[in-house]
């Protein structure tokens, strides 16, 4: 069943509340007291890009999720190249459960780590995974924010009349395909030190060709399908 792009978007918009009713009114009192004009603001994305940025002259946030991001994740073939089922699993965020509605609200809670993390000064060019942010991803789980985040999504779906996902995905082992990339996606590869940012500028057989972005801008890589995840900026 292919996600319907209408939906999507509202669903998109659903995170955009989420966000800004759970976990930024946890934290918005206390970011002020160093920050007194802080704020957030978030919008939905036509494309998958999806991202945190900051504007530092007038001290807002603002989260971007995109709505083909959202239909990406509500599919088996396509939610399995993202950086969420890679942290769902590997830290054991939702009990490592991989669903619909895990995979979009723990996209709210990354995209929300990443404004702490630059709150706290500690995104860096070129390291934007780092150990601080698993730190703060850590603990919007830890405390229960994460599951709150996920409790306020699905509510508001089901008030909305939206259907979102509960059930355990089952996911394809191994991604060969080349139909889930395309020019222009954002993408990384990699493990620790040896990470990588980069853009997709062509899709070949079985590899993508990569250009470097961050500290691997100027460079380009040839990676196999099953090495390359979809960026969650
Ligand atoms: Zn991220």
Same mark, same amino acid.
């Given at each position: 069943?292919?996600?319907?792009?209408? @939906?999507? *978007?509202?669903?998109? *918009?659903?995170?955009?509340?989420?966000?800004?009713?759970?976990?930024?009114?946890?934290? *918005?009192?206390?970011?002020?007291? +160093?920050?007194?004009?802080?704020d957030?603001?978030?919008?939905?994305?036509?494309? #998958?890009?999806?991202?945190?940025?900051?504007?530092?002259?007038? %001290?807002?946030?603002?989260?971007?999720?995109? /709505?083909?991001? /959202?239909?990406?994740k509500q599919t088996p073939e396509t939610a399995a190249s993202w950086l969420s089922t890679r942290e769902i699993r590997s830290r054991g965020y939702f009990g490592g459960e991989i669903s619909v509605l895990n995979l979009l609200a &723990?996209?709210?809670?990354?995209?929300?780590?990443h404004l702490l993390q630059q709150h706290a000064g500690k995104r860096y060019h070129g390291s934007v995974h780092n150990h601080h942010f698993y730190q703060?991803?850590? %603990?919007?789980?830890? /405390?229960?924010?994460?599951? *709150? +985040?996920?409790?306020?999504?699905?509510?508001? @779906? #089901? &008030? &909305?009349?939206?259907?979102?996902?509960?059930?355990?995905?089952?996911?394809?082992? %191994?991604?060969?395909?080349?139909g889930q990339w395309q020019k222009g996606d954002q993408v990384r590869f990699g493990e620790g030190r040896a990470a990588r940012e980069g853009q997709v500028i062509k899709v070949n057989r079985r590899t993508c060709t990569v250009e470097g972005t961050g500290a691997s801008r100027g460079l380009r890589f040839r990676v196999p399908f099953v090495m390359l995840e979809a960026a969650d900026a």
């Open positions: 069943m292919t996600p319907d792009p209408k @939906a999507s *978007r509202a669903i998109a *918009r659903l995170m955009c509340d989420t966000t800004r009713d759970t976990l930024w009114s946890s934290y *918005r009192d206390r970011l002020r007291q +160093t920050r007194p004009h802080a957030l603001q978030c919008r939905t994305g036509s494309g #998958r890009a999806t991202y945190h940025r900051y504007d530092h002259r007038h %001290q807002i946030h603002l989260i971007t999720y995109g /709505v083909r991001m /959202v239909m990406a &723990h996209t709210c809670t990354h995209e929300f780590a703060l991803l850590d %603990q919007l789980n830890d /405390v229960g924010l994460a599951d *709150r +985040t996920r409790r306020h999504l699905a509510d508001l @779906a #089901r &008030h &909305h009349g939206l259907f979102l996902d509960d059930r355990t995905m089952a996911l394809p082992c %191994q991604q060969q395909q080349a």
